[in-house]
């Protein structure tokens, strides 16, 4: 195991924002940690890191407890945090051999391994620039830079492709995928296409609580699966619900509604039927794929505190 969280609470005055989360992430795993804004996300990565101390519970990287060892922990680890912060009037091979000194590297291996982040992370071209010159995608480059320049075993990402524009959105993606081929990865998101473009598995996050964490084809399969139904006539959600196999029905609009259906049940004939029976007008009838959205509005939407 790489990275152990077990029962963590963290309490900010009156406010529970991490709730007894455990999870954990394997060796060479890429966990996305999934969450609404306000989950609890970057709280939780500020205390795997050290940069925090919880309320309760515990963490451990590579076996180490992050509590009792922080630096030792913060040698192991890489971490590039929300909004990135940068020095900004330094120059970004300064900055990254100013972090390669942090992080304790001799000054004979310094110089090398700056260059090797310069080239891994696509920096040439921008080396010798200030940092507060450099466009938000190069910025986050140089936030991965850093994070990378002890050559961490895990990697702990918050937000990392947040405020791109969508060509820098593939590019970082792209960046870290290539970073992580010998690493343990655990980064945080709310765009649900980067989990599925990155993601071994996914830990989702709602309120402080982890409410799912399972391998992606698991998640999806396990939502049952959903139609969308239109009538022109009046009908409420509650006459749906009457419906065999019918789990739940939420309202679109007007006579309009997705229906949670029954795993492996095909009830569209007997909405046909239902419809001819009490004489309404079905104007779309319609089975819908399951979404990491849909799932994943499902399982923040639901829990409550
Ligand atoms: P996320 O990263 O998922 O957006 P955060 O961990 O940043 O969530 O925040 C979780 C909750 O804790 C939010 O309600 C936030 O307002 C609150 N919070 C975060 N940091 C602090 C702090 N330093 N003091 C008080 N409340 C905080």
Redesign the pocket.
Known sequence: MSIKVFNLTKQ??Q?K?VDQVSFSVNEGEIVGFL?P????????MKIITGFLPPTEGTVEVEGESVIDNPMSVKRKTGYLP?HNPLYLDMYVHEYLNFMAGIYGLASSVRKERVFEMVRLCGLTDEQNKRIGMLSKGFRQRVGLAQALIHNPKVLVLDEPTSGLDPNQLIEIRRLIKTVSKDKTVLF?THILQEVEALCDRVVVINKGRIVADDRLGNLLQGAGNHLVVEFANEISAQDLMQLEDVEHARQLENFRFQLKVVKGKDIRPLLVRFAVEKNLSLIELKQEENSLESVFSQLTATEKK
Request: glycine share 26%; proline share 0%.
């Open positions: 900010y005055g406010q924002a969450g804004n306000g989950a609890g996300k970057s709280t939780t929300e945080s």
